[in-house]
């Protein structure tokens, strides 16, 4: 075999698979709606609850005694648990399967989006990368982390596909990334 660095022969046509990004944008702009619905009728329902001036009218004093001994009940805690405790079967169901929806969609969308970023990593050849298809996906599971991994993932992507594109001669019919800046 011959010991030929990349940029002295001509790169292996990369298989590219479609991919769908509009897909992906559509499934997480559809979670954040069930979510701000899920949201929207949390607040729909705080808006119904009574507040303490509208439970119950104060007492009838008839002396001044009993109105220096008088206390007032207390009012009423409004907490998330109450609040969801007040809903109606049709709103619970509505409630949860918002959040459970949206969740749902927000997983497959992630998992899709993370997919297609190790397809892109995976057309390069290993010494022309400077990850590996399955690090740069793995890095965008772990929170907190993928934060700053996504620079990596996708402008580093680009900034090194354009490199193999202006070394090899074969692949100048490829699309070339957006220029950075």
């Known amino acids: 075999m011959d010991n030929v660095t990349s940029t002295e022969s001509e790169y292996p046509l990369p298989h590219i698979k479609k991919c769908s990004l509009s897909f992906i944008n559509a499934l997480f702009i559809t979670s954040t709606l069930l979510i701000f619905t899920a949201i929207g009728l949390f607040l729909f329902k705080v808006s119904e609850l009574p507040t303490p ?50 969740v749902l969609i927000s997983l497959l969308g992630y998992i899709l989006a993370t997919r297609h970023v190790a397809r892109a990593w995976s057309i390069l050849l290993p010494q022309d990368a400077r990850t590996t298809p399955l690090k740069a996906a793995i890095l965008l599971l772990i929170p907190g982390i993928n934060l700053i991994w996504l620079f990596t993932a996708f402008r580093g992507w680009a900034n090194d596909w354009k490199t193999v594109q202006q070394s090899h001669p074969n692949l100048s019919s490829f699309p070339k990334p957006a220029p950075a800046g």
């Not at 001994?69 to 809903?87: D, E, R, V």
């Open 53 to 102: 001036q509208e439970q119950s009218p104060p007492p009838t004093l008839e002396t001044r005694a009993d109105a220096q001994n008088y206390t007032p009940p207390p009012a009423p805690k409004s907490t998330p648990q109450t609040i969801i405790h007040s809903f109606s079967a049709t709103q619970h169901l509505i409630f949860f399967a918002s959040l459970i929806t949206a």
